[in-house]
Every structure is written in structure tokens, then in C-alpha cells.
């Protein structure tokens, strides 16, 4: 069972477009999305959710009124303002509470409880190219790189259960601790671009990211025919840095159609993105997949 992560760098660069379209092209998968923070793979695949679990991480401090001296020490030692004190009656911000545990140690009526914190969900859907494991961060929640490995944890189990050939993970963009926790252990990383600067300014950062994880990458350059000049430096730069440049995939108005039908890229026409796109995967799957 081979585990490709398809990661970007930055955003908006058509990842989550090429990911999809692997889902369509590969067989025997189980899809994972570990782009936590915004998941959209989703949108295209059109999971039917199987099961569903709450995500539990980190804590956060709980005053229980009935037990509370009022004496105001919590507030007192609290760095982050998470105490609101009004009339006499303290009450900890959820939004604010680091989880640093100073209010609970000093508590003399020892009246504040420390529980995890529900920071989000993780479920195990089908859609219709097979079993995705996906998942929604909460709304200011943190701990998205631990989300991240539960989702690739939870994929791989359900992978042996399978007997799949292939997980395919579609990355979250950037090169913080979710980009880590995606790519670590992984058999390949393959990095989707755009011929801009900030485009080739996020590869090269990920490129040393997959590098100092001893990661194997592949690079593409999604709509290569915007710009000729800095795909072709793209290029150079990622060979240099000991990356295999897979190819090139054409503008094509298609891509956008195809996702106004929620479809794949590959499945919706067998335009020039299409065609591109599934030479990406040909390549991958030799490289990769023997």
C-alpha cells in the first residue's frame, strides 16, 4: 500500500483539483483530507458520511461557581485575560483559556475543573470511488497537525482493512505542523504549483520541508501556459533541488465546469487538463506504484 500526499505550498494553486482526479483514476483507494482547516475535496467527491467522531485535544479550564470563593486569585495569574469577572462571578472565555493549567494549580477551593477540549470532528465516509477519511477543525481550534495524523492514522487502518493499493491524501497548503504531520512517513509527496513567484517561492520552502523528512517529490506546474518564462524556471529550481519535475498542466476552462458539476477533472471531459492530468498520474504510478 503506497501513501501519495498531494500538497501545495500555498493556496489556490489547483491541488485539491488534481487530488480529486487521482481518486478517479487510481483503483483500490482510500482517500484522506487532511486539509482540516478548510476541507473542500469533499465538494467534488460527495462523501456519504459512514461514521462520525468527536476529536479531543488539548484542555481548557472550567469554573464551577457553586465551589467558587470568589477570590479573584485565577484572574490574577491568568496571562491570557481568559478570566471574565463581573459581580463578583468568574467565569472562564473557552476562546481565550491557553490550557496552561496556572488557575487550576492556584485555586484555593480548588473549584476549577481542567477537561480536554472538543476541538473538531473526524469521519469515515464512501463516496464513489471508494472509503474517505476526512475531517472539520473547529472554529478557532487548534491542534490541526494532531487532526491531521488521526486522519492518517484512522486512513491506513481502514486501508489494511482493504487491502487498498494506494491512499491518496490531499495536503493542506502552507509548510506549518498540519504540512508536517501530512507528509511525515509518507512514499511520496507531489507538489502542485502555479507559475507566479509566491507560487515558486512556497514550492521551494516545501521542497526543503519534504527534503528534511527524506520524502520523495514530484513537482507539477498547473496552468504552465500563463506564464512559459517561470514555469521553465520552476522547473530548473526543482531539479536542482533533487525533485522530479512530472509535467505540466494546460489552462483549460474545463476544470472550473467540471467542478460547477462536482466533478473530477478527469471524469467531467477529456480535454487538455484531463489528458495532462492523467499522464501526472501514468508517471506517478510508475514511479511510485512498483
Same mark, same amino acid.
Given at each position: *500500500?503506497?501513501?501519495?500526499?498531494?500538497?501545495? %505550498?500555498?493556496?489556490?494553486? $489547483? +491541488?485539491?483539483?488534481? !487530488?480529486?482526479?487521482?481518486? &478517479?483514476?487510481?483503483?483500490?483507494?482510500?482517500?484522506?483530507?487532511?486539509?482540516?482547516?478548510?476541507?473542500?475535496?469533499?465538494?467534488?467527491?460527495?462523501?456519504?458520511?459512514?461514521?462520525?467522531?468527536?476529536?479531543?485535544?488539548?484542555?481548557?479550564?472550567?469554573?464551577?461557581?457553586?465551589?467558587?470563593?470568589?477570590?479573584?486569585?485565577?484572574?490574577?495569574?491568568?496571562?491570557?485575560?481568559?478570566?471574565?469577572?463581573?459581580?463578583?462571578?468568574?467565569?472562564?472565555?473557552?476562546?481565550?483559556?491557553?490550557?496552561?493549567?496556572?488557575?487550576?494549580?492556584?485555586?484555593?477551593?480548588?473549584?476549577?475543573?481542567?477537561?480536554?477540549?472538543?476541538?473538531?470532528?473526524?469521519?469515515?465516509?464512501?463516496?464513489?470511488?471508494?472509503? *474517505?477519511?476526512?475531517?472539520?477543525?473547529?472554529? %478557532?481550534?487548534?491542534?490541526? $497537525? +494532531?487532526?491531521?495524523? !488521526?486522519?492518517?492514522?484512522? &486512513?491506513?487502518?481502514?486501508?489494511?482493512?482493504?487491502?487498498?493499493?494506494?491512499?491518496?491524501?490531499?495536503?493542506?497548503?502552507?509548510?506549518?505542523?498540519?504540512?508536517?504531520?501530512?507528509?511525515?512517513?509518507?512514499?511520496?509527496?507531489?507538489?502542485?504549483?502555479?507559475?507566479?513567484?509566491?507560487?515558486?517561492?512556497?514550492?521551494?520552502?516545501?521542497?526543503?520541508?519534504?527534503?528534511?523528512?527524506?520524502?520523495?517529490?514530484?513537482?507539477?506546474?498547473?496552468?504552465?501556459?500563463?506564464?512559459?518564462?517561470?514555469?521553465?524556471?520552476?522547473?530548473?529550481?526543482?531539479?536542482?533541488?533533487?525533485?522530479?519535475?512530472?509535467?505540466?498542466?494546460?489552462?483549460?476552462?474545463?476544470?472550473?465546469?467540471?467542478?460547477?458539476?462536482?466533478?473530477?477533472?478527469?471524469?467531467?471531459?477529456? %480535454?487538455?487538463?484531463?489528458?495532462?492530468?492523467?499522464?501526472?498520474?501514468?508517471?506517478?504510478?510508475?514511479?511510485?506504484?512498483?
Amino acid at each position: *500500500m503506497k501513501e501519495i500526499v498531494v500538497i501545495s %505550498g500555498k493556496g489556490g494553486t $489547483g +491541488k485539491t483539483s488534481v !487530488t480529486a482526479s487521482f481518486a &478517479a483514476l487510481a483503483k483500490n483507494i482510500v482517500m484522506a483530507d487532511c486539509d482540516v482547516d478548510a476541507a473542500d475535496l469533499h465538494l467534488i467527491l460527495k462523501p456519504e458520511k459512514s461514521h462520525s467522531n468527536d476529536f479531543f485535544s488539548g484542555h481548557v479550564a472550567s469554573i464551577r461557581s457553586e465551589n467558587c470563593l470568589a477570590c479573584g486569585r485565577c484572574a490574577d495569574y491568568c496571562r491570557y485575560d481568559a478570566i471574565d469577572a463581573t459581580d463578583h462571578s468568574f467565569v472562564v472565555k473557552p476562546s481565550s483559556c491557553e490550557g496552561c493549567k496556572v488557575c487550576v494549580e492556584f485555586c484555593p477551593a480548588e473549584a476549577i475543573d481542567f477537561n480536554e477540549a472538543l476541538c473538531g470532528q473526524w469521519m469515515t465516509s464512501s463516496m464513489r470511488f471508494g472509503e *474517505m477519511v476526512h475531517a472539520r477543525l473547529g472554529i %478557532g481550534a487548534e491542534n490541526s $497537525g +494532531k487532526l491531521v495524523s !488521526t486522519v492518517r492514522e484512522q &486512513a491506513r487502518k481502514l486501508g489494511q482493512r482493504n487491502s487498498a493499493d494506494w491512499i491518496i491524501v490531499d495536503g493542506p497548503p502552507g509548510t506549518g505542523c498540519a504540512v508536517i504531520a501530512s507528509i511525515t512517513g509518507a512514499d511520496a509527496v507531489v507538489i502542485i504549483t502555479e507559475p507566479t513567484l509566491s507560487g515558486k517561492h512556497d514550492m521551494l520552502r516545501v521542497l526543503s520541508l519534504a527534503a528534511h523528512f527524506s520524502v520523495p517529490s514530484f513537482v507539477s506546474v498547473n496552468k504552465y501556459d500563463i506564464n512559459l518564462e517561470m514555469t521553465e524556471s520552476i522547473e530548473r529550481e526543482a531539479v536542482e533541488f533533487g525533485a522530479r519535475v512530472m509535467g505540466r498542466v494546460p489552462y483549460d476552462e474545463d476544470v472550473t465546469k467540471s467542478q460547477v458539476k462536482e466533478l473530477s477533472t478527469v471524469e467531467f471531459s477529456d %480535454g487538455p487538463a484531463s489528458q495532462a492530468i492523467r499522464r501526472l498520474w501514468s508517471e506517478l504510478y510508475l514511479k511510485v506504484g512498483h
